[in-house]
């Protein structure tokens, strides 16, 4: 499967640039891509990530770019023990799955984020230490009658 990053679709068939709601100046623009990704018993699948380029409007505009373009270059996961942002930290935690549990080191958050490269990079992981609590949120998933984990699921999603 060749890398190529694809450019997301915002409603408009020209740009695909959001424009951000608290400074129309900014924006971003997503991007995406599909991945062969191999876990721990050998099962393969195709997994979609995406990433955001930000900047400002006028910048990203004269890209160019039109969703569904092409573009050569690789989304990257980075984890770190350090949060990416000071002022939002919990923007950017772990989550195991759906389970609401932010995946620790020693009781120590673990950041995510994606970033869009145009040259080539490699993902960063952090291996949590809090696997018994997520073992234990997903047996009280699997435990849970069907109507009340889709009657969980819609609370959530309110």
Known sequence: MKKVVVMGANGNP?????VSKNNPSYGSI???????????QGFAKVKQVSALIQGLVKDLSRFGWKPGQEIDGNIVIQEQLKPFSTKTPERDYKI??????????DGQPIYRKAFYKMYSDVDTYVAHTNGDEIKAAYQEQHTKEPAQVEENADLTNA
């Open 14 to 18: 020209t740009s695909c640039v959001i």
């Open 30 to 40: 997503r991007v995406i891509q599909d991945r062969i990704v191999i876990d721990e």
């Open 96 to 105: 195991a799955g759906e389970t609401g549990i932010v995946c620790c080191v």
